[in-house]
Nanobody, 127 residues
Framework: QVQLVESGGGLPQAGGSLRLSCVVS????????CGWFRQAPGKERELVAA????????FYLDSVKGRFTISRDNDKNTVYLQMNSLKPEDTAVYYC????????????????????WGQGTQVTVSA
């Protein structure tokens, strides 16, 4: 069973930055793609960014392209999401997860595929 611990959320103003971290245990981290997801109040959870097992970013939601950057550190079993130029519409609980299968890009990760999640980290961007 994979364990996921997200951190780094906060209450930035619009235009500000945050760096989210997710420490993963319970699986061979380096062999799996990772994804950052978010869920805003009243909305479905959505994939925000994904990074392949190779370390190459494979997906960004259109609304975050050019502002968010996903990266990973296999030595620390950690995936990061650098968020710049934050907007109020980025307000959500952010979650990470590993892809179900090894050696994938992660670009097609779907929230409904995952039965286990971490506690998430809240990001609230004020105008």
């Amino acid at each position: 069973q994979v364990q996921l611990v997200e951190s780094g959320g906060g209450l930035p103003q619009a235009g500000g930055s945050l760096r989210l971290s997710c420490v993963v245990s319970g699986r061979s981290f380096s062999l799996y793609a990772c994804g950052w997801f978010r869920q805003a109040p009243g909305k479905e959870r959505e994939l925000v960014a994904a990074i392949a097992w190779t370390g190459v970013p494979s997906f960004y939601l259109d609304s975050v392209k050019g502002r968010f950057t996903i990266s990973r550190d296999n030595d620390k079993n950690t995936v990061y999401l650098q968020m710049n130029s934050l907007k109020p519409e980025d307000t959500a609980v952010y979650y990470c997860n590993l892809d179900l299968f090894r050696w994938t890009s992660g670009a097609t990760m779907v929230p409904g595929d995952f039965g286990s999640w971490g506690q998430g980290t809240q990001v609230t961007v004020s105008a």
